[in-house]
């Protein structure tokens, strides 16, 4: 089969739900927190992922990343501070995430600078992980080259014998939690022909003010 004619012949109606901007909350937080119960109720896959796109000197660069929580109205995800996008943070704190739930036909675009969140709370969702996940995140050199799966495997290993007998582990230096201060929020709902419904939030002053946009 041509892989033009498939990408050219894949489409889908848009047609479960509208969203009026008089339907909307006024504020875009209560707005989020509706729609992601909305997405857990429905039993989306990972309702939590988002696309995190960062900047690393004058290009764009995304990725899946899980949202972790809500801590005065900042999103909260955890990362490698070493990794790539660590790194794209501390040069440019200006990101983007963007949530998709297709079986709601429903997006979510935000937009907003990033800081460190507190130590203490990224020791608390340490605290909270997997012993595996904690062991992972103290093990990988997180998106620098290695060698083979062997060698990845051979560092979970080595961590895994250092923390042997320890009942609790401590969280590493290297690891922890950024929190996205939003600026904009975008709900988009997929509509018939293509007329989607796209409501805007932007914070001027401190202030969200809202507007429809075209599709």
Request: glycine share 8%; with cysteine.
């Amino acid at each position: 089969m041509n892989m033009n004619e498939t990408l050219e012949n894949l489409r889908g109606s848009y047609r479960k739900a509208a969203l009026d901007i008089n339907d909307c909350d006024k504020n875009p937080e209560h707005q989020f927190d509706n729609w992601f119960k909305n997405a857990v109720i429905g039993e989306c896959d990972e309702p939590n992922a988002f696309t995190l796109s960062t900047i690393s000197g004058d290009r764009p660069r995304g990725r899946i990343v899980l949202l972790k929580g809500i801590h005065e109205g900042k999103l909260v995800f955890y990362t490698n501070y070493s990794s790539a996008k660590g790194s794209e943070l501390a040069h440019n704190a200006h990101v983007a995430m963007t949530f998709l739930w297709l079986p709601l036909q429903r997006q979510i675009r935000i937009e907003g600078t990033v800081q460190k969140v507190d130590a203490l709370l990224s020791d608390d969702y340490f605290a909270k992980r997997p012993r595996g996940s904690q062991i992972g995140a103290m093990a990988s050199p997180q998106s620098q080259k290695v060698a083979s799966r062997e060698e990845l495997e051979g560092l979970f290993l080595e961590a895994e014998a250092k923390a042997n007998g320890k009942v609790e582990l401590t969280r590493p230096p290297h690891w922890g939690g950024y929190a996205v201060d939003p600026v904009y929020f975008e709900f988009w709902q997929g509509r018939d022909n293509r007329m989607h419904d796209r409501i805007a939030y932007e914070k001027n002053a401190g202030v969200w003010n809202l507007s429809r946009l075209a599709p």
